[in-house]
């Protein structure tokens, strides 16, 4: 049994596709209505500030919606309240465009420091995407208290590439916010927000597998 034959067998199991659709959702009214603002005549500034209370009102309805503190709104929710003061106080939208960018800056943090500490965050979304998944595989094939620490090195490895690669992605955004026109990167940042989230997801997912099938090769040789 692996993580490619294995679904995860509680409610609580979040799915690619849901991800994926999440994503979408997240990211669509936002550029709905910078675009949306941007064709009947409306500034760049005015749009993108528009835009960013779009994101903070939907953050703010998925708390609501949800009757729960959801982690990720608590954080993006004030840094756009941050970036529309921002906004306003500057009238420079591309300053405000990379205050947007510091959730991925202290998301590719939090990826470094968990890794660091010895507590990645890989294995925790793992244990979220996967509910039980991973300790019914281990009690199934007898893994050791050395599998065990395996395992738990292979995330500490995994996360800490992640963060790497997260801050290098807003370092370089960063970069073209300052090199092409407010609308262009308006319009590129979130497909290419989407592409890089769906790659580390894709990359945490096939580096997980490769390791749980060696490990199954080398459990079904003892």
């Not at 309805?61 to 970036?83: E, Q, T, Y």
């Not at 793992?126 to 991973?134: E, I, Q």
């Amino acid at each position: 049994m692996s993580l490619t034959t294995e679904r995860p067998e509680t409610e609580n199991g979040i799915s690619p596709r849901q991800l994926l659709i999440e994503g979408l959702l997240n990211v669509g009214p936002a550029l709905c209505a910078y675009f949306g603002l941007r064709l009947v005549g409306f500034s760049e500034l005015h749009a993108l500030m528009a835009a960013t209370a779009v994101s903070a009102t939907q953050g703010l309805a998925k708390m609501a919606w949800k009757r729960a503190l959801d982690p990720v709104s608590l954080l993006v929710v004030p840094i756009f309240g941050v970036s529309l003061v921002i906004a306003w106080l500057t009238r420079d939208p591309r300053l405000s465009q990379v205050t947007n960018e510091v959730p991925g800056m202290l998301l590719g943090t939090y990826f470094l420091v968990s890794a660091l500490i010895g507590k990645p965050l890989t294995e925790l979304l793992v244990a979220k995407l996967w509910p039980g998944g991973v300790e019914k595989l281990a009690d199934e094939q007898g893994w050791t208290e050395a599998d065990q620490g395996s395992y738990h090195r292979l995330h500490v490895h995994v996360s800490f590439w992640c963060g790497i690669f997260s801050l290098l992605f807003s370092g370089l955004m960063v970069v073209i916010i300052y090199s092409f026109s407010v609308d262009v990167v308006q319009a590129v940042n979130p497909v290419v927000s989407m592409c890089t989230t769906g790659g580390l997801i894709v990359g945490v997912v096939v580096a997980i597998r490769m390791y749980l099938r060696r490990k199954e090769r080398a459990l079904s040789a003892r």
